[in-house]
């Protein structure tokens, strides 16, 4: 007998769900909120509607947004303390995937003590976090579903990998209206993630048909939205379509995880500050190509939900129109970049493969492999 699950958080969708940002506080038995977020997402002005809103609920609020792009240990551990020196009893983060990682650490230190290193890896959080509302301002990390936390491991130079249903947020509110304001910059890598997330749910040792049809609807939308999204970043249909599809991508990969592409860029995000959905975009086709022998036949799926014609080929040509078609999207969306372009040298390898091979996502990959095959993979990447 098979049996999977599959754990998702309530979700909120539509444009001016924001608006519910007060009353999903006040279900969720919060009187006070610690409100992460960043200078970007201050800047834009979402923090001060989110404040709006919650305090027309009659909650208060503390705001945190002492964290950087790749957030650190270091700065979950300040978020903690305040959080602990507020008194607040229910957290809410408003951003993209780092205000989201960052307000889920704050969540355990704050609840079950020690420093965040114990618990990286799989269900090692024992006890009950304090409870979640989650509004991205992005449409790539699918954090505000996931059953993730990533952050960096100052010392070691590495991200962390988090894992356990703890995570999954009370509520998820995706309001797209709050994805306009990303520059084309980040709606081309934040899109390009969650393209990442489809893809590599999909092919996923743990995947199952719940999460396959979450991972190829992910994969249809970005194919088919992520190119209009960074042309023109007031097409709001094609903001809408990009986050339903990190919305989507998160289902899938909360509860498929992730492959190899996602065990090396946490090295490299850790070692070198880029966004993670760049990295992502110069390892994710060199993985595919790794990967292919393994799953043609999910290869070849994934050809066809990005709209590529297959009729008449076998399936191992099929399969290789899907990591063609990868290539020209990171082409298009203006993403295509070796390593070695960020600054990676060959002398990073050995200790960035090192560090991958024991990552929790490689795990799940559909092809074993070894510390020289993710190697010989990272002097292709650069």
Same mark, same amino acid.
């Given at each position: 007998?098979?049996?999977?699950k599959?754990?998702?958080?309530?979700?909120?969708?539509?444009?001016?769900?924001?608006?519910q940002?007060?009353?999903?506080?006040?279900?969720?038995?919060?009187?006070?909120?610690?409100?992460?977020?960043?200078a970007?997402?201050?800047?834009?002005?979402?923090?001060?509607? #989110?404040?709006?809103?919650?305090?027309?609920a009659?909650?208060?609020?503390e705001?945190?947004?002492?964290?950087?792009t790749n957030?650190?240990d270091?700065e979950?551990?300040?978020?903690?303390?305040?959080?602990?020196a507020?008194?607040?009893?229910g957290?809410?983060?408003?951003?993209?995937?780092?205000?989201?990682?960052? @307000?889920?650490a704050? #969540?355990?230190? @704050?609840?079950n003590?020690?420093?965040?290193?114990?618990?990286e890896?799989i269900?090692?959080? $024992?006890?009950?976090?304090?409870?979640?509302?989650?509004?991205?301002?992005?449409?790539?990390?699918?954090?505000e579903?996931?059953?993730?936390?990533?952050?960096?491991?100052?010392?070691?130079?590495?991200k962390?990998s988090?894992?356990?249903?703890?995570?999954?947020?009370?509520?998820?509110?995706?309001?797209?209206?709050?994805?306009? *304001?990303? =520059?084309?910059k980040?709606? #081309?890598?934040?899109?390009?993630? #969650?393209?990442?997330?489809?893809?590599e749910?999909?092919?996923s040792?743990?995947?199952?048909?719940?999460?396959?049809?979450?991972?190829?609807?992910?994969?249809?939308?970005?194919? $088919?939205?992520?190119?209009?999204?960074?042309? =023109?970043?007031? =097409?709001?249909e094609?903001?809408?379509?990009?986050?339903?599809?990190?919305?989507t991508?998160?289902?899938?990969?909360?509860?498929?995880?992730?492959?190899?592409?996602?065990a090396m860029?946490?090295?490299?995000?850790?070692?070198?500050?880029?966004?993670?959905?760049? *990295?992502?975009?110069?390892?994710?086709?060199?993985?595919?190509?790794?990967?292919?022998?393994?799953?043609?036949?999910?290869?070849?799926d994934?050809?066809?939900?990005?709209?590529?014609?297959?009729?008449?080929?076998?399936?191992?040509?099929?399969?290789?129109?899907?990591?063609?078609?990868?290539? $020209?999207?990171?082409?298009?969306?203006?993403?295509?970049?070796?390593?070695?372009?960020?600054?990676?040298?060959?002398?990073?390898?050995p200790?960035?493969?090192?560090?991958?091979?024991?990552?929790a996502?490689?795990?799940?990959?559909?092809?074993?492999?070894?510390?020289?095959?993710?190697?010989?993979?990272?002097r292709?990447?650069?």
């Amino acid at each position: 007998m098979n049996i999977s699950k599959f754990v998702a958080p309530e979700i909120i969708f539509g444009r001016g769900s924001l608006s519910q940002l007060g009353e999903s506080v006040l279900r969720i038995g919060a009187s006070k909120v610690f409100l992460v977020s960043d200078a970007d997402v201050i800047k834009a002005g979402w923090v001060d509607l #989110a404040v709006h809103y919650l305090r027309a609920a009659g909650l208060e609020t503390e705001i945190f947004s002492s964290l950087t792009t790749n957030p650190k240990d270091c700065e979950v551990t300040e978020g903690a303390l305040r959080y602990q020196a507020s008194g607040c009893d229910g957290i809410v983060a408003v951003g993209g995937g780092s205000p989201t990682d960052v @307000a889920k650490a704050i #969540a355990i230190l @704050a609840t079950n003590g020690g420093v965040l290193q114990d618990y990286e890896g799989i269900n090692k959080i $024992r006890l009950p976090l304090p409870p979640m509302v989650i509004a991205p301002t992005t449409a790539g990390a699918g954090s505000e579903v996931s059953q993730f936390t990533i952050i960096v491991d100052t010392a070691r130079k590495l991200k962390m990998s988090i894992i356990s249903k703890s995570l999954v947020p009370d509520i998820a509110i995706v309001d797209p209206e709050l994805v306009q *304001t990303m =520059d084309v910059k980040l709606a #081309a890598a934040t899109g390009l993630d #969650a393209f990442t997330h489809g893809i590599e749910s999909y092919v996923s040792l743990a995947a199952t048909p719940l999460t396959d049809i979450h991972a190829l609807k992910a994969i249809q939308l970005v194919s $088919r939205n992520l190119r209009r999204a960074v042309a =023109d970043r007031h =097409d709001m249909e094609a903001n809408t379509n990009m986050s339903m599809a990190s919305l989507t991508a998160g289902l899938a990969f909360s509860n498929a995880i992730l492959g190899a592409t996602h065990a090396m860029t946490h090295q490299v995000d850790g070692m070198i500050d880029q966004h993670h959905g760049e *990295t992502n975009a110069s390892i994710l086709p060199h993985v595919m190509e790794y990967n292919l022998p393994a799953c043609p036949e999910k290869f070849r799926d994934i050809a066809v939900a990005m709209g590529e014609d297959v009729t008449g080929l076998d399936t191992m040509a099929a399969a290789e129109k899907a990591v063609e078609a990868v290539r $020209r999207l990171i082409q298009d969306i203006g993403l295509a970049k070796g390593l070695g372009e960020i600054g990676l040298t060959e002398e990073f390898i050995p200790l960035l493969s090192e560090n991958a091979v024991k990552d929790a996502c490689l795990v799940t990959n559909p092809r074993p492999a070894s510390r020289e095959d993710i190697a010989a993979i990272f002097r292709k990447c650069l």
